[in-house]
DNA sequence: CGTAACTCATTAGCAATGCTAAATACCAAC
DNA sequence: GTTGGTATTTAGCATTGCTAATGAGTTACG
């Protein structure tokens, strides 16, 4: 296999990768939509976007947090009215959990929010700039998913 | 000026961008060099690397962060040896904060460390993916400061 | 079968890291 | 000099993660 990233140029694209998905990520993370929801439940509700259920083993692996922490952060949204609890089908030791309507609607503006603040800060680019950045946006979008 | 991200493309770009920017933001985060030392300690050390020296007061100011964890924060790296503390030349009630050459080891190895992994994790692009990426990197990092 | 080993979720208790409010020390302006 | 403002710290609390241990349920094997 051909070693793309080792030579000069793509140890500083490296470098700057990192600082910059960092620092951006941390920015990012500020822009809540709702103060009383910490950053995990905020991405529990994503990923119960994305996968429609899971169990809380499964949100616990995919959020890289150990089971107990997920035992109460699935309390807590439930408490909220966000997520809904089932009994599985076929095991009786573990749950389903799921979004309500009203977690997919602050979702939905969470998104927005931070969308519509990362757009703001594009304004700041030129056209060039924006388009190189567009054409990566994928590529980054698999890479996180590595 | 030209509505350059305000099409329906650029709004999928912003939107992977984004999702794809916190996931590996939180990813790197964990790559830590030193366990015993915490994100925003780490932060601070790169504070001061960009910036010699500065105040509580301004590193909090910097960090997001509240005084009083700042205190915390300074008072735990200087325990480690990664910070002096000297008095302020001209108002007794601040101090000066500098990193020692062991903090500067230390972020060096994290920088290192982080890079590595991230060098890692694209190994698993092709090449056309890469060179978009390459070529997104200092556009991503400027974004990261506008 | 039935028991032994494993898995999932939870409970209990702890550590880290942020916050606010109040206290302390100092500066500055009148 | 007194009064008000600023920098830092102290004290106490909330949040959010962890590990270890428990309980319930499943699976595999004799």
């Not at 960092?22 to 119960?48: A, F, I, N």
């Not at 994305?50 to 499964?58: L, V």
């Not at 109460?72 to 089932?86: P, Q, S, T």
């Not at 076929?90 to 927005?112: G, H, I, P, W, Y």
């Amino acid at each position: 296999m051909p070693d793309l990233i080792h030579d000069g140029d793509s140890a500083a694209a490296v470098s700057s990768l990192r600082s910059a998905v960092m620092l951006l990520g941390r920015r990012l993370k500020h822009q809540r939509v709702d103060e009383s929801l910490s950053p995990t439940e905020m991405s529990v509700l994503g990923t119960l976007a994305r996968c429609g259920s899971a169990t809380p083993g499964e949100l616990a692996r995919k959020e890289h947090v150990q089971p107990p922490s997920m035992t109460r952060i699935v309390a807590l949204l439930e408490a909220k009215g966000l997520v809904r609890l089932e009994p599985h089908p076929d095991d009786r030791r573990q749950k389903m959990v799921s979004r309500t309507e009203q977690a997919e609607a602050m979702l939905a503006e969470s998104r927005d929010k931070r969308n519509a603040w990362l757009a703001d800060l594009a304004e700041g680019l030129d056209e060039e700039e924006w388009e190189k950045l567009r054409a990566a946006a994928p590529v980054l979008e698999k890479l996180a998913h590595l």
